[in-house]
């Protein structure tokens, strides 16, 4: 099994820029790819984490005069992968073509580094909206590698339907439900999923965080973000932007960023709220993730059957494997959540 090439040659978000200060090197996975990440004084560098002279893998390197430094021989390497140079050699190496290292596109947007495989792939990582937006506070969160698919991570995501059985108490209750309206839109190259609602949810953290709730929308940018954004009477209440890293086929790494807006509680104290209130969530589905993973592995080929509530059908794995979708709206779906 190989990922689509529509998931291969994107653009992915690898590491937050904080996690890779000037003089570090660090390690990252990409669709089964090793890539060496590392930081100067001025640029980032991503190199395929295999020095071209004898096999050693760069990211065991340090950065030293600017560049990546192979530990074996000293080979040091700048960020777009020339050889800057051959320790006891007194040879000009820069312009040799044969010595260089493979250098992958990078680029840093808002506190995140994207990476691409490809040479196909655009010249901008295309972002979501609202993920720069100045008049938003925003905080990042991430939480390492996971064991499990990125795309059944995006399913889940996309699901409101296990949030009142695995997360119960916490967003919503199994033993108590509201009546909502469910809204499915096709945008030929993402879908959305709109829940309309005449209040919050009936957990622990809508209760806390919430005062009105009229409608919350998911939205899949294929082929690894999903955005959730709760609207309350007048205005958005909470933005979520969550990316899911393919690392390798079973293990992803989920990157969050959080946006709300400006002024309703200083910037610390909502971020202090929605950790501790998200975090026993994001362990609930951390764990679910690498179950259901095992028994996928323990059964072989994965088969799923899709109920009356999966009501996207086989839509999001349609655009995670680059098919573009109708667009159009599906009639309103009834349910209780
Ligand atoms: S293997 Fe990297 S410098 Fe020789
Ligand atoms: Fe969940």
């Given at each position: 099994m190989s990922f689509p090439s529509a998931v291969r040659d994107a653009?992915?978000?690898?590491?937050?820029?904080?996690d890779v200060g000037a003089g570090t090197v660090r390690k990252v996975t990409l669709c089964d790819t090793?890539?060496?990440?590392?930081?100067?004084?001025?640029?980032?560098?991503a190199l395929i984490?295999?020095?071209?002279?004898?096999?050693?893998p760069l990211s065991e390197g340090r950065v030293h005069r600017g560049a990546l430094e192979c530990p074996y021989h000293g080979w040091r390497f700048a960020p777009d992968g020339a050889c800057a140079a051959v320790p006891?050699?007194?040879?000009?190496?820069?312009d040799d073509t044969r010595l260089r290292a493979d250098a992958l596109r990078v680029a840093e947007r808002h506190g995140a580094i994207f990476v691409t495989l490809s040479d196909t792939a655009p010249a901008e990582p295309p972002l979501p909206?609202?993920?720069?937006?100045?008049?938003?506070?925003?905080?990042?969160?991430?939480?390492?590698?996971?064991?499990?698919r990125a795309f059944d991570a995006i399913e889940n995501v996309m699901d409101p339907f296990h949030t009142n059985h695995l997360h119960h108490g916490f967003i919503r209750r199994r033993d108590r439900r509201l009546p909502v309206d469910l809204v499915v839109t096709s945008h030929g190259d993402g879908i959305d999923m709109a829940i309309e609602q005449t209040q919050p949810d009936l957990g622990l953290m809508s209760r806390f965080l919430e005062r009105d709730r009229q409608r919350s929308v998911s939205r899949y940018y294929p082929p690894t973000t999903v955005q959730a954004r709760w609207e309350g009477q007048t205005r958005l209440t909470l933005c979520v932007t969550a990316i899911f890293t393919p690392a390798t086929q079973t293990t992803f790494t989920p990157f969050a960023r959080f946006s709300t807006p400006r002024g309703l509680a200083p910037g610390w104290l909502k971020q202090a709220a929605i950790r501790m209130f998200l975090a026993?969530?994001?362990?609930q589905d951390r764990r679910a993730l690498a179950l259901q993973h095992g028994v996928i592995t323990r059964f072989g080929n994965p088969q799923f059957t899709s109920g009356p509530g999966d009501i996207l059908g086989n839509r999001l794995h349609r655009l995670w494997r680059g098919e573009v979708l109708e667009r159009g709206q599906d009639a309103k779906v009834r349910a209780h959540l």
């Open positions: 653009w992915h978000m690898v590491a937050l820029s904080r090793p890539i060496a990440l590392f930081r100067n004084d001025r640029d980032l560098g984490d295999r020095c071209p002279h004898r096999n050693y006891g050699c007194a040879v000009e190496t820069a909206p609202d993920f720069g937006n100045p008049d938003l506070d925003h905080f990042w969160w991430q939480q390492g590698t996971w064991e499990g026993p969530v994001v362990a």
